[in-house]
Protein backbone atom coordinates (compact mmCIF):
# COMPACT_ATOMS: atom_id res chain seq x y z
CA UNK A 1 0.00 0.00 0.00
CA UNK A 2 1.29 3.49 -0.87
CA UNK A 3 1.34 6.10 2.21
CA UNK A 4 -1.59 7.99 1.17
CA UNK A 5 -3.98 5.00 1.78
CA UNK A 6 -1.47 4.54 5.01
CA UNK A 7 -2.17 8.09 6.50
CA UNK A 8 -6.05 7.70 5.40
CA UNK A 9 -7.50 5.91 8.87
CA UNK A 10 -5.05 8.01 10.94
CA UNK A 11 -6.40 10.97 9.73
CA UNK A 12 -10.47 9.75 10.05
CA UNK A 13 -9.44 8.44 13.66
CA UNK A 14 -8.51 11.85 14.53
CA UNK A 15 -11.64 13.63 13.41
CA UNK A 16 -14.15 11.36 15.11
CA UNK A 17 -11.75 11.52 17.99
CA UNK A 18 -12.77 15.42 17.79
CA UNK A 19 -16.01 14.81 16.85
CA UNK A 20 -16.48 12.67 20.40
CA UNK A 21 -15.18 15.30 22.52
CA UNK A 22 -16.88 17.75 20.89
CA UNK A 23 -20.18 15.87 21.31
CA UNK A 24 -18.73 15.37 25.40
CA UNK A 25 -18.73 19.23 25.62
CA UNK A 26 -22.18 19.94 23.92
CA UNK A 27 -23.38 17.16 26.63
CA UNK A 28 -21.55 19.02 29.46
CA UNK A 29 -22.84 22.73 28.17
CA UNK A 30 -25.78 21.64 28.00
CA UNK A 31 -26.97 21.02 31.29
CA UNK A 32 -25.79 24.14 31.93
CA UNK A 33 -27.76 25.78 29.56
CA UNK A 34 -30.55 24.97 30.90
CA UNK A 35 -30.07 27.38 33.72
CA UNK A 36 -28.36 29.54 32.10
CA UNK A 37 -31.33 30.21 29.93
CA UNK A 38 -29.55 29.56 26.49
CA UNK A 39 -32.48 27.32 24.91
CA UNK A 40 -35.60 28.72 24.04
CA UNK A 41 -38.57 27.45 22.30
CA UNK A 42 -39.81 28.93 19.07
CA UNK A 43 -43.44 27.81 17.65
CA UNK A 44 -43.94 27.45 13.72
CA UNK A 45 -47.99 27.58 12.44
CA UNK A 46 -49.54 24.54 10.93
CA UNK A 47 -51.86 25.61 8.78
CA UNK A 48 -55.41 24.48 7.83
CA UNK A 49 -55.29 24.34 4.25
CA UNK A 50 -59.08 24.90 3.36
CA UNK A 51 -59.45 28.14 5.73
CA UNK A 52 -56.13 29.30 5.93
CA UNK A 53 -56.52 29.74 9.18
CA UNK A 54 -53.71 28.54 11.74
CA UNK A 55 -54.43 25.01 13.24
CA UNK A 56 -51.53 24.45 15.72
CA UNK A 57 -47.96 25.85 16.57
CA UNK A 58 -45.45 23.49 16.70
CA UNK A 59 -42.82 23.49 19.39
CA UNK A 60 -39.22 24.07 18.05
CA UNK A 61 -36.02 24.38 20.57
CA UNK A 62 -33.22 26.73 19.69
CA UNK A 63 -29.92 26.67 21.99
CA UNK A 64 -28.34 30.30 21.71
CA UNK A 65 -24.80 29.21 23.01
CA UNK A 66 -22.70 31.92 23.86
CA UNK A 67 -19.64 30.90 21.83
CA UNK A 68 -20.51 28.64 19.48
CA UNK A 69 -24.09 30.81 17.99
CA UNK A 70 -27.24 29.21 17.49
CA UNK A 71 -27.43 25.75 17.57
CA UNK A 72 -30.45 23.60 15.83
CA UNK A 73 -31.77 20.62 17.71
CA UNK A 74 -29.81 18.29 15.38
CA UNK A 75 -27.00 19.26 17.17
CA UNK A 76 -27.65 18.85 20.46
CA UNK A 77 -31.03 16.80 20.80
CA UNK A 78 -29.18 12.95 19.64
CA UNK A 79 -26.44 13.76 22.56
CA UNK A 80 -29.42 15.02 25.03
CA UNK A 81 -30.93 11.38 24.10
CA UNK A 82 -28.00 9.53 24.43
CA UNK A 83 -27.18 11.13 27.77
CA UNK A 84 -30.66 10.47 29.35
CA UNK A 85 -30.57 14.21 29.62
CA UNK A 86 -33.33 14.14 27.21
CA UNK A 87 -35.90 13.28 30.02
CA UNK A 88 -35.01 16.61 31.80
CA UNK A 89 -35.11 18.95 29.06
CA UNK A 90 -38.24 17.55 27.61
CA UNK A 91 -40.23 18.10 30.55
CA UNK A 92 -38.52 21.81 30.54
CA UNK A 93 -39.48 22.40 26.79
CA UNK A 94 -42.90 20.74 27.41
CA UNK A 95 -43.66 22.92 30.74
CA UNK A 96 -41.73 26.16 28.43
CA UNK A 97 -44.00 25.53 25.35
CA UNK A 98 -47.04 25.16 27.66
CA UNK A 99 -47.02 27.95 28.92
CA UNK A 100 -46.66 30.23 26.42
CA UNK A 101 -49.52 28.41 24.71
CA UNK A 102 -51.65 28.75 27.49
CA UNK A 103 -51.61 32.13 27.50
CA UNK A 104 -52.39 32.58 23.89
CA UNK A 105 -55.02 34.81 22.51
CA UNK A 106 -56.76 32.16 20.70
CA UNK A 107 -56.97 28.19 21.87
CA UNK A 108 -55.25 26.46 19.28
CA UNK A 109 -53.24 23.60 19.19
CA UNK A 110 -49.78 22.89 20.63
CA UNK A 111 -47.45 20.16 19.04
CA UNK A 112 -44.53 19.02 20.63
CA UNK A 113 -41.67 16.43 19.38
CA UNK A 114 -40.73 13.56 21.97
CA UNK A 115 -38.49 11.06 21.96
CA UNK A 116 -38.57 7.24 21.90
CA UNK A 117 -36.28 7.81 24.81
CA UNK A 118 -38.62 10.59 27.10
CA UNK A 119 -41.67 7.74 26.28
CA UNK A 120 -39.80 4.71 27.53
CA UNK A 121 -38.85 6.44 31.02
CA UNK A 122 -40.63 5.25 33.68
CA UNK A 123 -43.12 7.99 34.51
CA UNK A 124 -42.77 9.73 31.65
CA UNK A 125 -46.90 10.48 31.05
CA UNK A 126 -47.04 11.82 35.11
CA UNK A 127 -44.13 13.97 34.62
CA UNK A 128 -45.88 15.56 30.92
CA UNK A 129 -49.35 15.90 32.51
CA UNK A 130 -47.82 17.64 35.47
CA UNK A 131 -46.26 19.84 33.43
CA UNK A 132 -49.30 20.67 31.91
CA UNK A 133 -51.23 21.31 35.14
CA UNK A 134 -48.35 23.44 36.23
CA UNK A 135 -48.91 25.58 33.27
CA UNK A 136 -52.63 25.46 33.75
CA UNK A 137 -53.05 23.91 29.93
CA UNK A 138 -55.91 21.93 29.00
CA UNK A 139 -54.67 18.55 27.78
CA UNK A 140 -57.10 18.54 24.95
CA UNK A 141 -54.77 20.95 23.66
CA UNK A 142 -51.44 19.36 23.53
CA UNK A 143 -50.33 17.00 20.29
CA UNK A 144 -47.27 14.78 21.01
CA UNK A 145 -45.18 14.08 17.41
CA UNK A 146 -43.66 10.90 17.37
CA UNK A 147 -41.24 9.11 14.79
CA UNK A 148 -41.93 5.47 13.47
CA UNK A 149 -38.62 4.92 15.12
CA UNK A 150 -40.38 4.61 18.64
CA UNK A 151 -41.95 1.33 17.24
CA UNK A 152 -38.84 -0.63 16.24
CA UNK A 153 -39.13 -2.65 19.37
CA UNK A 154 -42.32 -3.90 20.26
CA UNK A 155 -42.67 -2.36 23.85
CA UNK A 156 -46.14 -2.61 25.61
CA UNK A 157 -45.53 0.44 27.40
CA UNK A 158 -45.74 2.21 24.18
CA UNK A 159 -49.17 1.35 24.11
CA UNK A 160 -49.80 2.06 27.58
CA UNK A 161 -48.07 5.38 27.58
CA UNK A 162 -50.80 6.33 24.52
CA UNK A 163 -53.92 4.95 26.14
CA UNK A 164 -52.67 6.61 29.37
CA UNK A 165 -51.90 10.39 27.61
CA UNK A 166 -55.35 9.45 25.40
CA UNK A 167 -57.70 9.57 28.18
CA UNK A 168 -56.72 13.16 29.54
CA UNK A 169 -57.05 14.22 25.76
CA UNK A 170 -54.05 14.55 24.58
CA UNK A 171 -53.24 13.56 20.87
CA UNK A 172 -50.41 11.48 18.86
CA UNK A 173 -49.00 12.74 15.61
CA UNK A 174 -46.95 10.30 13.33
CA UNK A 175 -44.07 12.55 12.12
CA UNK A 176 -41.43 12.20 9.44
CA UNK A 177 -43.90 9.93 8.04
CA UNK A 178 -42.50 7.70 5.26
CA UNK A 179 -38.70 7.98 6.09
CA UNK A 180 -37.88 5.82 8.53
CA UNK A 181 -39.19 1.69 8.27
CA UNK A 182 -42.69 2.99 7.35
CA UNK A 183 -45.59 0.57 8.02
CA UNK A 184 -48.78 0.79 7.67
CA UNK A 185 -49.16 -1.70 10.73
CA UNK A 186 -48.41 1.40 13.37
CA UNK A 187 -51.50 3.62 11.94
CA UNK A 188 -53.24 0.50 12.77
CA UNK A 189 -52.32 -0.40 15.80
CA UNK A 190 -51.55 2.66 17.64
CA UNK A 191 -54.28 5.91 18.03
CA UNK A 192 -52.98 8.03 15.47
CA UNK A 193 -54.78 11.53 14.71
CA UNK A 194 -52.41 13.20 12.11
CA UNK A 195 -50.10 11.46 9.75
CA UNK A 196 -47.32 14.41 9.06
CA UNK A 197 -45.91 13.15 5.78
CA UNK A 198 -41.88 14.09 5.32
CA UNK A 199 -40.81 17.09 3.75
CA UNK A 200 -38.61 15.17 1.45
CA UNK A 201 -42.18 13.49 -0.65
CA UNK A 202 -43.17 17.47 -0.78
CA UNK A 203 -40.00 19.81 -2.05
CA UNK A 204 -36.41 19.26 -2.82
CA UNK A 205 -34.75 17.85 -5.26
CA UNK A 206 -36.50 14.10 -5.51
CA UNK A 207 -39.99 15.12 -6.10
CA UNK A 208 -42.05 14.49 -8.66
CA UNK A 209 -44.74 12.05 -10.11
CA UNK A 210 -44.00 9.33 -7.78
CA UNK A 211 -43.58 10.86 -4.61
CA UNK A 212 -47.15 13.16 -5.81
CA UNK A 213 -48.63 9.64 -5.99
CA UNK A 214 -47.83 8.70 -2.68
CA UNK A 215 -48.21 11.58 -0.80
CA UNK A 216 -51.73 11.25 -2.66
CA UNK A 217 -51.83 7.72 -1.38
CA UNK A 218 -51.24 8.60 2.21
CA UNK A 219 -54.14 11.60 1.84
CA UNK A 220 -56.29 9.47 0.73
CA UNK A 221 -55.69 6.63 3.84
CA UNK A 222 -56.06 9.79 6.07
CA UNK A 223 -59.41 10.59 4.71
CA UNK A 224 -60.87 7.29 5.34
CA UNK A 225 -59.53 6.56 8.56
CA UNK A 226 -60.30 10.40 9.96
CA UNK A 227 -56.98 11.39 10.47
CA UNK A 228 -55.45 14.71 9.37
CA UNK A 229 -52.57 14.59 7.15
CA UNK A 230 -50.05 17.10 7.33
CA UNK A 231 -47.29 18.17 4.48
CA UNK A 232 -44.03 18.90 6.15
CA UNK A 233 -41.73 21.31 4.43
CA UNK A 234 -43.99 23.44 2.33
CA UNK A 235 -41.86 26.19 0.59
CA UNK A 236 -43.12 27.66 -2.53
CA UNK A 237 -47.46 28.67 -3.39
CA UNK A 238 -47.00 25.70 -5.98
CA UNK A 239 -46.26 23.37 -3.11
CA UNK A 240 -49.65 24.68 -1.19
CA UNK A 241 -51.36 24.26 -4.44
CA UNK A 242 -50.43 20.38 -4.88
CA UNK A 243 -50.47 19.45 -1.09
CA UNK A 244 -54.10 21.18 -1.62
CA UNK A 245 -54.75 19.06 -4.74
CA UNK A 246 -53.57 15.59 -3.18
CA UNK A 247 -55.55 15.93 -0.45
CA UNK A 248 -53.59 16.87 2.44
CA UNK A 249 -55.45 18.89 4.66
CA UNK A 250 -52.79 20.12 6.86
CA UNK A 251 -49.21 22.24 5.92
CA UNK A 252 -46.72 23.42 7.76
CA UNK A 253 -43.33 25.46 5.96
CA UNK A 254 -41.65 28.75 5.47
CA UNK A 255 -43.82 29.79 2.69
CA UNK A 256 -46.32 30.24 5.60
CA UNK A 257 -43.82 31.00 8.29
CA UNK A 258 -40.69 29.78 9.66
CA UNK A 259 -40.22 28.61 13.64
CA UNK A 260 -41.33 32.40 15.61
CA UNK A 261 -40.20 33.37 19.28
CA UNK A 262 -43.63 33.64 21.20
CA UNK A 263 -44.09 36.76 21.26
CA UNK A 264 -44.31 36.81 17.47
CA UNK A 265 -46.60 33.34 17.38
CA UNK A 266 -48.96 35.24 19.84
CA UNK A 267 -49.00 38.30 16.77
CA UNK A 268 -49.75 36.22 14.23
CA UNK A 269 -52.69 34.93 16.47
CA UNK A 270 -53.96 38.18 16.94
CA UNK A 271 -53.73 39.30 13.30
CA UNK A 272 -55.78 36.21 12.50
CA UNK A 273 -58.82 36.79 15.22
CA UNK A 274 -58.77 40.73 13.69
CA UNK A 275 -58.95 39.63 10.20
P1 LIG B 1 -39.26 17.89 12.84
O1 LIG B 1 -40.09 17.50 14.01
O2 LIG B 1 -39.51 17.18 11.55
O3 LIG B 1 -39.46 19.46 12.69
C1 LIG B 1 -39.52 20.12 11.46
C2 LIG B 1 -38.17 20.69 11.08
O4 LIG B 1 -38.24 21.16 9.74
C3 LIG B 1 -37.78 21.89 11.92
O5 LIG B 1 -36.35 21.91 12.00
C4 LIG B 1 -38.28 23.05 11.07
O6 LIG B 1 -37.63 24.27 11.34
C5 LIG B 1 -37.96 22.54 9.69
N1 LIG B 1 -38.82 23.13 8.66
C6 LIG B 1 -40.09 23.55 8.79
N2 LIG B 1 -40.57 24.00 7.62
C7 LIG B 1 -39.58 23.87 6.72
C8 LIG B 1 -39.47 24.18 5.30
O7 LIG B 1 -40.39 24.68 4.65
N3 LIG B 1 -38.28 23.88 4.71
C9 LIG B 1 -37.24 23.34 5.38
N4 LIG B 1 -36.11 23.09 4.71
N5 LIG B 1 -37.31 23.03 6.71
C10 LIG B 1 -38.47 23.30 7.36
P2 LIG B 1 -35.59 22.06 13.39
O8 LIG B 1 -36.27 23.07 14.24
O9 LIG B 1 -34.15 22.25 13.06
O10 LIG B 1 -35.79 20.67 14.10
C11 LIG B 1 -35.21 19.50 13.60
C12 LIG B 1 -35.69 18.28 14.34
O11 LIG B 1 -35.27 18.29 15.70
C13 LIG B 1 -37.22 18.20 14.40
O12 LIG B 1 -37.70 17.69 13.18
C14 LIG B 1 -37.39 17.27 15.58
O13 LIG B 1 -37.25 15.93 15.18
C15 LIG B 1 -36.24 17.65 16.48
N6 LIG B 1 -36.72 18.55 17.54
C16 LIG B 1 -36.97 19.88 17.49
N7 LIG B 1 -37.41 20.34 18.66
C17 LIG B 1 -37.48 19.27 19.49
C18 LIG B 1 -37.88 19.09 20.86
O14 LIG B 1 -38.32 20.02 21.56
N8 LIG B 1 -37.80 17.82 21.37
C19 LIG B 1 -37.36 16.77 20.62
N9 LIG B 1 -37.32 15.55 21.19
N10 LIG B 1 -36.99 16.90 19.34
C20 LIG B 1 -37.04 18.13 18.77
CA1 LIG C 1 -42.14 17.30 14.43
CA1 LIG D 1 -41.38 16.20 10.79
CA1 LIG E 1 -37.44 15.52 11.16
Redesign the pocket.
Known amino acids: ANAGSLRQPLSYDRSMTRARIERREIEDELRGAIMKDELSIYF?PIIDLSTGRIRAF????RWFHPERGEL???QF?PVAEDSGL?ITL?NW?TARAARAAASWPQDVQLA????PV?IRAPGAALGLLNALRDARLDPARLEL?VTESLFTEDDPNIAVFMADMGREGVSFSL??FGMGSSSLHYIHRYPFRAIKVD?SFI?GPRIGRESEAIVRAVAEMGATLNMEVVA????TIEQVQKAQQTGCTLG????FS??VPDYLAVMLLSQESQA
Open positions: QEALVVPDIIGIINLSQEDDRSEGLEQGYYRA
